[in-house]
């Protein structure tokens, strides 16, 4: 099955200021793959998906970028309301993984 | 709009099953698959199997494999999860989510609590 390993684990960045989550798949998952965003007692928000294309109601401030192994969430010019755990996850191959998650909290 | 609401929280003992079920509306039920995911307390989201549209193939982690059932009544628009023989660390929020397309997860039920404890 495919491993999905996020970085870093804990992301300190202050309001305003840009902030880059990386996801690495353990194989080639071509371009499907898609971002998440979760606050605490709530459930998943999707975000991005095949990559790059963002869900409706997602502001332009995320962007997601990548293919084949290598993929990154940047959130340009952070919000107070952006500060949560992301989450990749994979739809290339069953089990759908998901990565461990990146907290990004404010600085 | 697309709402996903899913049944109350449970306390069940080890080696019992839970069922969860997961009501649709807002768009034509049998057009969309349906997946499950759950989160153990501080632990990842975990894919757990879904349900097809139209036929109501299932897929299952093998992680799952032969405790896990996912069903569908079409006429009540709910999909349901069952778990069998269930443990501690089988304590965790579980969540229903649509298809948005292609396999992608769009839309979320708010999630249902399952506790398993002597």
């Known amino acids: 099955e495919v491993v999905m390993t996020q970085s870093p684990a804990t992301l300190s960045v202050s309001p305003g200021e840009r902030a880059a989550l990386s996801c690495r798949a353990s194989q080639s998952i071509s371009s499907n793959l898609a971002w998440f965003q979760q606050k605490p007692g709530q459930a998943p928000r999707l975000l991005i998906f095949h990559a790059s294309t963002r869900a409706t109601g997602i502001p332009a401030r995320f962007s997601g970028r990548g293919s084949g192994t290598e993929f990154t969430l940047t959130i340009s010019s952070l919000q107070s309301e952006d500060f949560a755990v992301y989450y990749c996850q994979q739809y290339n191959n069953w089990p759908y993984n998901f990565g461990q998650g990146t907290k990004l909290e404010i600085k | 709009q697309v709402q996903l609401v899913q049944s109350g929280a449970e306390v069940k003992r080890p080696g019992a099953s839970v069922k969860v079920a997961c009501k649709a509306s807002?768009?034509?039920?049998?057009?969309?698959?349906m997946h499950w995911v759950r989160q153990a307390p501080g632990q990842r989201l975990e894919w757990m199997g879904w349900v097809t549209a139209g036929n109501g193939f299932t897929e299952y982690a093998q992680k799952f494999q032969g405790r896990v059932t996912i069903t569908k009544d079409i006429s009540a628009s709910t999909v349901y999860m069952e778990l069998s023989s269930l443990r501690s660390e089988d304590t965790a929020v579980y969540y229903c989510?649509?298809?948005?397309?292609?396999?992608?997860?769009?839309?979320w039920g708010q999630g249902t609590l399952v506790t398993v404890s002597s």
């Open positions: 989510a649509r298809d948005l397309v292609a396999s992608i997860m769009g839309y």
């Open positions: 807002g768009y034509t039920f049998s057009s969309y698959a």
